[in-house]
């Protein structure tokens, strides 16, 4: 190895010395073998190559790195290159068989260290001087692609051309030795120095080449420095280089991407967020199943904003200063405002829904607010997003709630709201959902009914898919029919319950249950479905109660009334509906007092003294032309439905509040005061100089007499019969859902006492028709969440039942004539009771009485009215009380008071045949001797009788305009009993006997008791003062009397 070393430093003084001796003799510049022989320096010098290889690779990032090797021997370096050449020269070969073949270039011998290149086209061969024979060939380096080799003057040309600076490359190891040898002139055999050391044997010589390097050395070549176009290659690299740079940016920029979404990714899984948020049922708010001790908040600006007003949907009472106000008002100079509800143990918050003030006139809502937990009330932790306090966005207006979820459960037992800013006042309405956690504890929001049903909303599509599996399954008792169509074409859907479905049979009573009045009143839809649903599922299990309803009452069930409407609160969904959506049809009308106002006509022919001679206490006609009017497509198939079918008990079921309502829905106005004349008529014999405070005093006193209807102590008894077999409605204790308890703890009010309305269904139901009908109120919460419905089974399904037995409690029969054929549309009365009912096409009627014994009576025209007392117990069943009916002359009555314009009929009176006179034509002579004796006692006897028939008639007359006084001011009297009285004329042997019988109509008007016989000179005075008699104008009806 020293030998080695050593040979090699001989080797660079001698070239040292040559090459500087061919310098000076021919005037060249000796710094490129200088810069040569420093270049071979890291062979030596490894270290401070490696520096300066890390300076240039740290100065230009395009320069690959290279890493220093060891070096090697003369005999490794020859076999080296000597494996290259032959390398090179089989590409060569290749390449020249791949080409046409080209002209041979004599001037130029090829290098053993460069392969052929393809020539441009665009260029012709040169040839070059030969070299001078006394300066040794300089070797070349072949062309790199970055930049070729050039002389100093052709460098400096290129530059000035292009105005680019070419970019130096720093040479390889083997580039560098192999450089070295060339510059030794060791390439070929005669350039050795004399003193060089020759090869091994086994090495190979620089000189020997194969047959195809001498087969091109007769090809003429182009210079190397003319071969290339050094303008192109300048742009070339600059595209390069550009292209190079943007690649290293666009990567440099997916790496910083790629780093970004792998820390994103590395927090967010640090973060247990939930790919859905999860979904809880409300805790109660609304539902008042939260307390009022279980709220609380920062102030309160009036004594009506408390925070127990903080619930969802809560209703003022419309009087701003009063003290049910619509919502929790914060007190406005406080800073830190905070609403707080206490769950009573931990559970799972989800979310909250908030909602502004309910008030006709201000807007007054939250817009943003924070969240906090704590489980000591106490320290108390605001909910993060992730980066910062999460501020949520509330409401834009005062009705419509909106819902906020977390995207994880917080578990905890105190919430609060932190309001932020809100627009007008601060007031808020809230509702929290919740999920319980798993404990032994048994919570309200969790029951396990006993009952298999499906537990869930249906909308229209479901419900009629829902009513066709129920009909499936018990296709025996159940019938689907529709009462008619909405405004937007739904069908209302009806299901039948009977054991004869489809058929009404005769003594047994037809039942309804209705719903869906108010499209986002959704729970009583949900229990009239699941009511069916029970129903068919215990029949089909001998059930014997069921099995009893089933066989004894045709039951109709419609649990939607207004489908439009509940299609769009289903839209919105539980808790998100606000109080009026849906609430009318899509025509706006609300269906419950869209009905006609039959109790102004009852009251004003009350008043008038026509009831009920001319206007009927009972099936009231509907007012004309009313169908043509503003009433809704809904209203008119109820109607119709109503009259085609013989109700004779039903319910809506409603919501909003928990309460059971009954007639009158209407309040009876205060009779007019008219003048003191008429007040001096209309109570005679009273002090008519009272004020009108004494007045308004009375009426006040008698104000149940102006809601109540004559059925009110059945009414109630059939609304305690639903209220005290509900679980919770009759627990008042904490006030009803809006306001303090309305029903006096008992459950049941009447409408008329608490929100009057015009029109209403209940109303019409009970002047139109038989059929006695009330308003159930199930909730405070109108759309319950669908977790909540089997509680609320629970609640109502005992009511539901004992609702419908009552419809056996009172008397049926049926009411037949003398050969048993049924009477329909007569008339059953009952004493006591100003309220009348038919009988329906069958001739059966039912009459709802409480226990007693009442006197009752059934007429028709064409037959004698029968009176029967009648028994009603306090055992289960209707007490059976028919009729059976003779017919009477009546029709001919009514054809001769038509022949006679409805006047009164006049006396005539028929004289007998005289004593002793011969009819058959005969001589009467004994008779003849008399009748002159007679002639004076006759004139004397048709005066007296014309006298008496005139006094008669003036105390008819008298007696008349009594009466129709009375009747105009409403006076009560008592129907008469149709009485006939003979009286006879006073006679003598010489008189003729005249038989007088009173009118028919006489007996409407009987004498009172202390009248006195009036004076001639009364009578002439009152015939003066008398108005001529006047013809009857309403047309009498044997059932009236």
Avoid at 543 to 569: K, M, Q, T
Avoid at 589 to 597: L, S, T, V
Avoid at 727 to 741: F, I, N, P, V
Avoid at 813 to 826: S, T
Wanted: negative net charge.
């Amino acid at each position: 190895m020293r030998g080695a070393l050593l040979g090699l430093s001989v080797s660079l003084a001698l070239c040292c010395c040559v090459l500087g001796w061919d310098g000076g003799v021919e005037g060249q510049d000796t710094t490129g073998v200088q810069t040569q022989v420093r270049q071979a320096g890291p062979v030596v010098h490894g270290r401070e190559w490696e520096e300066e290889r890390e300076d240039v690779m740290m100065d230009d990032p395009g320069v690959e790195e290279i890493k220093p090797k060891k070096k090697k021997s003369i005999e490794e370096v020859e076999a080296a290159r000597a494996k290259k050449a032959a390398e090179k020269e089989a590409k060569a070969k290749k390449q020249k068989a791949n080409k046409a073949p080209k002209a041979p270039k004599p001037t130029k011998k090829p290098k053993a260290t460069k392969a052929p290149k393809k020539l441009k086209a665009t260029k012709a061969p040169k040839a070059t001087k030969a070299p001078k024979a006394t300066k040794a060939p300089k070797a070349t380096k072949a062309p790199k692609v970055t930049k070729p080799k050039a002389t100093k003057g052709s460098k400096t040309t290129a530059w000035k051309e292009e105005g680019v600076k070419p970019v130096t490359r720093i040479p390889s190891l083997e580039e560098d030795e192999e450089k070295l040898l060339i510059e030794l002139g060791w390439d070929r055999l005669d350039s050795r120095p004399s003193g060089h050391t020759p090869l091994s044997a086994g090495s190979k010589t620089l000189t020997e080449h194969g047959q195809d390097y001498w087969d091109t050395k007769q090809e003429t070549t182009v210079p190397w420095y003319e071969e290339y176009d050094y303008a192109d290659l300048a742009a070339k690299q600059l595209e390069e280089e550009a292209e190079k740079a943007r690649k290293e940016k666009e990567e440099k920029v997916k790496w910083l991407r790629k780093k970004w979404e792998e820390e994103e990714e590395e927090r967010l899984r640090k973060i247990p967020v939930h790919a859905e948020p999860k979904k809880c049922p409300p805790l109660g708010l609304e539902s008042h199943r939260v307390d009022d001790d279980q709220l609380l908040a920062s102030s309160q600006s009036h004594h009506g904003f408390s925070a127990q007003r903080g619930r969802l949907n809560m209703q003022s009472s419309g009087n701003e200063e009063g003290v049910y106000g619509g919502a929790w008002c914060a007190e406005p100079e406080e800073k830190n405002h905070w609403f707080e509800v206490d769950a009573r143990r931990e559970v799972e918050f989800t979310g909250v829904i908030v909602q502004g003030r309910n008030s006709d006139t201000a807007e007054d809502f939250v817009s943003t607010f924070y969240v906090s937990f704590s489980n000591d009330s106490r320290d108390w932790t605001v909910l993060h997003d992730g980066y910062a306090e999460w501020l949520f966005y509330g409401n834009v207006d005062r009705d419509s709630p909106v819902m906020v979820q977390f995207d994880w459960p917080t578990v905890a037992r105190y919430i609060r709201v932190l309001p932020q800013s809100w627009n007008g006042s601060l007031c808020l309405r809230v509702e929290v959902m919740a999920c319980q956690l798993t404990s032994s504890f048994r919570s309200e929001n969790e029951v396990n009914p006993t009952d298999n049903l499906d537990f869930r909303h249906h909308n229209y599509k479901d419900m009629r898919q829902m009513m066709k599996v129920i009909n499936e399954e018990c296709p025996n008792i159940t019938r689907i029919y529709n009462i008619g169509k909405s405004s937007a074409g739904l069908k209302m859907y009806a299901m039948e319950i009977s054991d004869n479905p489809g058929e009404h049979q005769t003594g047994e009573p037809e039942f309804r249950y209705t719903a869906g009045l108010h499209g986002n009143e959704a729970l009583g839809r949900e229990l009239l479905l699941l009511l069916m649903q029970f129903m068919c599922k215990e029949y089909n299990e001998n059930n014997p109660r069921v099995r009893r309803l089933v066989e004894g009452v045709r039951i109709h069930l419609v649990p939607s009334l207004n489908p439009d409407a509940y299609e769009l609160a289903y839209e919105m969904g539980s808790e998100m509906g606000n109080w009026g959506l849906g609430h009318w049809t899509e025509e706006g009308y609300d269906i419950f007092q869209n009905f006609p106002d039959l109790n102004s006509v009852l009251w004003g022919a009350e008043d008038r003294g026509w009831v009920p001679r001319i206007v009927p206490n009972h099936h009231i006609p509907l007012p004309e032309n009313f169908l043509n009017g503003s009433v809704a497509l809904e209203t008119k198939a109820i109607i119709n439905w109503m009259e085609r079918t013989p109700f004779v008990l039903g319910a809506n079921l409603q919501g909003g509040e928990k309460v059971v309502a009954y007639p009158f829905d209407m309040q009876r106005p205060p009779k007019a005061t008219g003048t003191l004349g008429s007040r001096r008529e209309l109570r005679p014999g009273v002090n008519h100089e009272m004020n009108e405070e004494t007045w308004a005093r009375m009426q006040r006193q008698n104000g149940d007499a102006l809601r109540e209807t004559s059925d009110d102590t059945m009414f109630r008894w059939l609304a305690m019969s639903y209220a005290h077999s509900h679980l919770t409605m009759t627990e008042t204790q904490r006030g009803s859902c809006h306001t303090d308890d309305i029903s006096g703890g008992q459950g049941i009010i009447n409408r008329a006492s608490w929100k009057p309305v015009v029109g209403s269904m209940n109303d019409f139901s009970y002047l139109h028709t038989n059929c006695f009908e009330l308003s159930v109120f199930l909730g405070c919460d109108k759309f319950p969440h669908e977790s909540e419905l089997p509680l609320e089974w629970e609640n109502n399904r005992e009511a539901l039942l004992s609702f419908i037995e009552q419809v056996h409690r009172g008397i049926k029969g049926i009411v037949r004539d003398m050969e048993g054929k049924p009477l329909a549309n007569a008339t059953i009365s009952v004493d006591g009771v100003k309220h009348d009912v038919k009988t329906a096409a069958a001739g059966d009627y039912w009459r709802l009485l409480n226990p007693g014994e009442y006197r009752v009576t059934a007429r028709v025209d064409g037959h004698t009215l029968q009176t029967r007392l009648c028994i009603v117990g306090y055992d289960s069943g209707a007490t059976p009380c028919s009729f059976t009916l003779a017919k009477s002359n009546w029709d001919r009555i009514k054809q001769i008071m038509v022949l006679h314009g409805k006047r009164p009929i006049r006396l005539v009176t028929k004289a007998p045949p005289r004593v002793g006179s011969d009819i058959s034509g005969g001589s009467v002579g004994s008779v003849d001797a008399t009748k002159t004796g007679a002639t004076g006692g006759m004139g004397g006897t048709s005066a007296n009788s014309h006298n008496a028939e005139r006094l008669r008639r003036l105390r008819l007359m008298r007696l008349r305009k009594m009466h129709q006084q009375r009747l105009r001011y409403n006076f009560s009297t008592t129907t008469p009993v149709a009485t006939t009285t003979t009286t006879a004329a006073p006679t003598t042997t010489a008189e003729l006997e005249t038989e007088s019988t009173t009118s028919w109509y006489d007996s409407w008007f009987p004498v009172e008791s202390s009248y006195t016989e009036p004076t001639p000179a009364e009578v002439f005075t009152e015939i003066q003062e008398s108005e001529p008699t006047q013809d009857y104008t309403f047309e009498y009806k044997f059932e009236d009397y």
